[in-house]
């Protein structure tokens, strides 16, 4: 089944404003657990848009790769890197069809990627999984059902949300280090403004799996 809301042309469609939808600064949910990462990890942003996470990561002196399905927000990732003078490998592809290299990353971010339907989800989690080194880390950061009621962000869409509930049985096999739901404010672009109802979910991958 084909999500419409993952197509090239819509995120081509809205990234083609000069400014940055999301902002440049990362997510505020980057910099409440920037004690996570270490210069030298290998980190990869899954669906990053215009960069704003992956260049922040790469300013914290890691070896980034990001993904996005949009080339025009992948321009854009890389024109933001170029102005903070650090360098991220900025990948055009599609997150149902990526090669979830496997035990390849320290680190895997996936900020806001909700626009995946409920059979489309399941892949691209154990993807992410797969790709993790053992000991590396998941961190993942979304929206509850709640925010429909908000309409500050994110589509109008349950089964794109998350609850603590599903994202337990999702990432099973990894040490859950954080996992917690709460309402705050955000000022993320014109993308992400307002209340918003949010969870947060930091998974570690056991040693030795």
């Known amino acids: 089944m084909t999500n419409e809301m993952a197509a090239a042309p819509k995120w081509d469609a809205r990234y083609q404003a000069d400014e940055y939808v999301f902002g440049t600064a990362p997510a505020q949910f980057m910099t409440a657990h920037a004690t996570l990462f270490e210069p ?36 854009k990732a890389r024109a933001l890197a170029s102005e903070r003078g650090v360098a991220v490998d900025v990948e055009v592809a599609d997150v149902l069809t990526w090669d979830w290299e496997p035990d390849a ?16 989800r399941g892949p691209v989690f154990e993807g992410m999984v ?7 880390r998941l961190l993942l ?32 096999g990894l040490d859950i280090e954080r996992l917690t739901s709460y309402d705050a404010e955000l ?9 918003s109802a949010l969870i947060d979910f930091v998974g570690r991958k056991p040693l030795g799996q």
């Open 40 to 75: 030298g990890q290998r980190a990869l942003v899954v669906a990053d848009g215009e960069g704003r996470n992956s260049v922040w990561l790469a300013q914290q002196g890691l070896t980034v790769t990001a993904m996005d399905i949009s080339s025009i927000g992948a321009d």
């Open 105 to 120: 990353y320290d680190v895997v971010v996936a900020v806001f990627i909700q626009f995946l339907l409920a059979e489309q």
């Open 130 to 136: 797969r790709t993790l080194r053992p000991g590396g």
């Open 141 to 172: 950061h979304g929206y509850r059902p709640e925010q429909i009621a908000y309409a500050t962000g994110g589509p109008p869409l349950e089964e794109c949300m998350y609850t603590e509930e599903l994202l337990t049985a999702e990432f099973q």
């Open 187 to 195: 000022d993320e672009g014109a993308g992400h403004a307002g209340v």
